[in-house]
C-alpha cells in the first residue's frame, strides 16, 4: 500500500513540473512594432503614427531584374533607438520598411525563431507563406501574410541579435 501510495505521489510530482515547465515556455511574446498597419500606406499616415522623420531624401533607384528606374522617397527615423527607413514609390505607397535592431544596445528583436519575430513585429503569418531561405545567419520569407510580400532578417553581426529587417509590402521594385 505505501509503496503504491509512494509511486502516485511521484507521478503527480512529475506530472506538476511537466506542467509548469509548459507554461513557463510558452510565455507570450509581445509586439514591438505594428507593421501591418503601414501596408502600403502614405506618408501621412507615417508621419501621423510616428511624426516626423529625422530626415528624407529622394532616390533614383533601379531594379536589379528589369533595369527600370524607381523615384523612392526615404524617411529616416529613430523610434526607441532603432534606426529605421521607410521607403515610398513615386504613388505614396509605402513599399519597404528597413529597421537596424543592431544600433540599439537594448534590442528586445533577439533571434530565436521566425515566429517570435513575426509576433514581435505584430505580423500573422499566412496561409501561403513560403521559406525561401533559412541560412541560420538569415531568415527570408515570401508571401508572409494578407499586404505583406516578404520579410528578411539579418544577423550581420554573429550573434543571437537580428541586425537587420526587411519588411516589403511591395517587393517588386527590389526584385
Known amino acids: 500500500m505505501k509503496k503504491t501510495t509512494l ?25 514591438i512594432f505594428d507593421i501591418p498597419q503601414f501596408s502600403l500606406a502614405n506618408q501621412n499616415f ?48 509605402l513599399i519597404r520598411i528597413n529597421i537596424y ?11 530565436t525563431t521566425f515566429e517570435d519575430l513575426l509576433k514581435q513585429l505584430g505580423i500573422t503569418p499566412g496561409e501561403n507563406l513560403t521559406k525561401v531561405a533559412d541560412t541560420g545567419s538569415a531568415w527570408r520569407y515570401q508571401r508572409v501574410s494578407e499586404g505583406i510580400d516578404e520579410v528578411w532578417a539579418l544577423d550581420e ?7 537587420t529587417i526587411k519588411i516589403s509590402f511591395d517587393v517588386r521594385p527590389f526584385l
Open 7 to 31: 509511486f502516485f505521489i511521484v507521478v503527480i510530482i512529475f506530472v506538476l513540473a511537466a506542467c509548469s515547465n509548459s507554461v513557463e515556455n510558452s510565455e507570450e511574446i509581445e509586439p
Open 46 to 93: 507615417v508621419k501621423e503614427k510616428l511624426g516626423e522623420p529625422t530626415s528624407f531624401e529622394d532616390i533614383n533607384y533601379q531594379t536589379p531584374s528589369t533595369g527600370a528606374n524607381n523615384l523612392l522617397t526615404y524617411f529616416y527615423y529613430d523610434w526607441d533607438g532603432y534606426y529605421s527607413e521607410f521607403a515610398f514609390d513615386d504613388k505614396d505607397r
Open 101 to 111: 535592431p543592431s544600433d540599439n544596445k537594448d534590442s528586445e528583436f533577439i533571434k
Open 157 to 163: 553581426l554573429g550573434e543571437e541579435e537580428i541586425g
